[in-house]
């Protein structure tokens, strides 16, 4: 499956959620590729998984591909659910974009310190 056959069957509003978490990755990754991973719309940071973005039915879920950035960041992430590898919240209340930008910069870290 491609990324748009994914893109292609999200709502109205999951498709602005969607296109405003890619809005975040490409300010700050701009090189980065969008793929499918897992069934999950993926970007792609050097071929490596920078993050996943899925809407299920009551909530949208973010994975950083690990539970390392999850847990260096878990004071910022309290008020969230989700599991040791992603991170989910309310389809009425948007993860605001700080918190996007520190994830996905946290992961940058991470993958930046592998290429060495």
């Given at each position: 499956?491609?990324?748009?056959?994914?893109?292609?069957?999200?709502?109205?509003?999951?498709?602005?959620?969607?296109?405003?978490?890619?809005?975040?990755?490409?300010?700050?990754?701009?090189?980065?590729?969008?793929?499918?991973?897992?069934?999950?719309?993926?970007?792609?940071?050097?071929?490596?998984?920078?993050?996943?973005?899925?809407?299920?039915?009551?909530?949208?879920?973010?994975?950083?591909?690990?539970?390392?950035?999850?847990?260096?960041?878990?004071?910022?992430?309290?008020?969230?659910?989700?599991?040791?590898?992603?991170?989910?919240?309310?389809?009425?209340?948007p993860m605001p974009e700080s918190l996007?930008?520190?994830?996905?910069?946290?992961?940058?870290?991470?993958?930046?310190?592998?290429?060495?």
């Open positions: 499956m491609q990324a748009n056959d994914l893109i292609s069957k999200l709502t109205t509003d999951q498709r602005a959620e969607f296109d405003r978490i890619k809005a975040v990755v490409m300010k700050l990754t701009p090189d980065a590729e969008l793929t499918v991973s897992y069934g999950l719309l993926t970007f792609r940071y050097h071929s490596k998984g920078l993050l996943g973005w899925a809407a299920g039915k009551n909530f949208y879920s973010l994975y950083p591909f690990g539970k390392v950035v999850i847990e260096m960041l878990s004071d910022e992430l309290t008020k969230y659910d989700g599991t040791p590898g992603s991170v989910h919240y309310s389809l009425d209340e996007v930008e520190k994830i996905i910069s946290e992961k940058l870290i991470l993958l930046r310190s592998q290429e060495d």
